[in-house]
């Protein structure tokens, strides 16, 4: 079940960007796309509100169904109960969310970074989305390399601990 074609099929619309999928969040108002869809791991990440999941997680939200609902909806038929379809998925979908995170982060702190050089150096910043906020962003250089160097590290634990405070500030 791919999430491209479940999406589409919503209504969604969606944006290649790379290897990936952007679009505006269904589940908050804004302007900006910041809901990121990965084709290759099924799966989906609001920047903005902190929500995501695999195409089940979307539809309960979007549809508002529990789990045996959207199943259904879906069409997924299978032999296990449903409690403990739900326990596996959960265990999977934490640990799927913590690499997604952790990936999407990295990109989007050396993106960031590399920005924030490219003020600091007085290049060509025209191109540069948001420069007033890049310019207020300056001050945060030495905190985002700090996290990069963590998240392209090999320990886990720091990189949970960055992940636990981000989804605490999205409001988790
Ligand atoms: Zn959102």
């Known amino acids: 079940m791919q999430i491209i074609e479940i999406l589409e099929?919503?209504?969604?619309?969606?944006?290649?960007?790379g290897y990936r999928y952007i679009c505006r969040c269904?589940?908050?108002s804004e302007k900006t796309a910041s809901m990121v869809i990965f084709p290759a791991d099924n799966r989906w990440h609001c920047f903005g509100c902190g929500k995501g999941g695999d195409v089940l997680q979307f539809i309960m939200d979007y549809k508002?169904?529990?789990f045996p609902q959207a199943k259904?909806?879906?069409?997924?038929?299978?032999d296990k109960d449903d409690m403990t379809v739900?326990?596996?998925?959960?265990?999977a979908n934490t640990r799927k969310a913590f690499r997604d995170w952790c990936k999407a982060e990295e990109l989007r702190l050396m993106n960031l970074t590399m920005d924030i050089y490219a003020y600091l150096n007085k290049m060509d910043t025209k191109y540069i989305f948001g420069i007033d906020s890049i310019a207020a962003d300056v001050r945060n250089l030495e905190k985002y390399n700090y996290h990069l160097n963590i998240l392209m590290g090999n320990d886990?634990?720091?990189?949970?601990?960055?992940?636990k405070s981000a989804r605490a500030h999205a409001g988790h």
């Open 9 to 17: 099929r919503e209504g969604v619309e969606l944006k290649r960007s």
């Open 26 to 28: 269904v589940f908050h």
């Open 64 to 66: 508002g169904l529990a």
């Open 72 to 78: 259904k909806y879906l069409g997924i038929d299978d």
């Open 86 to 91: 739900a326990i596996e998925r959960e265990k």
């Open 156 to 163: 886990d634990a720091p990189k949970l601990n960055l992940y």
